[in-house]
């Protein structure tokens, strides 16, 4: 069974950084989905198990993906919040038979208890 954990939620002004962090039990390709009050829970960023990475639209060039294998965590480095950004950051891993990062939900097969993000003006 994968497990994650996922830290580094929080609150933080408009134009600030946070950096969230998910270890994981093994080493798999993950991805970042958040989730507004309301809202369907949406890609946010992905990097497959050889260091490959992608990212949705309105997040590149403020979010920084990366992973280090040695300790089996990823990170998500959010730099330029806004407060549209404000959600729950859920970390996901996919099946170990897929190394190739995935922007689809149905992609992964293990997902994180989610931290909260919230972005003020």
Request: a neutral charge.
């Amino acid at each position: 069974q994968v497990q994650l954990v996922e830290s580094g939620g929080g609150l933080v002004q408009a134009g600030g950084s946070l950096r969230l962090s998910c270890a994981a039990s093994g080493r798999y390709a993950m991805g970042w989905f958040r989730q507004a009050p309301g809202e369907d829970r949406e890609f946010v960023s992905a990097i497959s198990s050889y260091g490959t990475t992608v990212y949705e639209d309105s997040v590149k060039g403020r979010f920084t993906i990366s992973r280090d294998n040695a300790e089996n965590t990823v990170s998500l480095q959010m730099n330029n919040l806004k407060p549209e950004d404000t959600a729950v950051y859920y970390c996901a891993a996919r099946s170990p038979r897929y190394s190739s990062a995935s922007r689809y939900r149905s992609g992964y097969d293990y997902w994180g208890q989610g931290t909260q993000v919230t972005v003020s003006s």
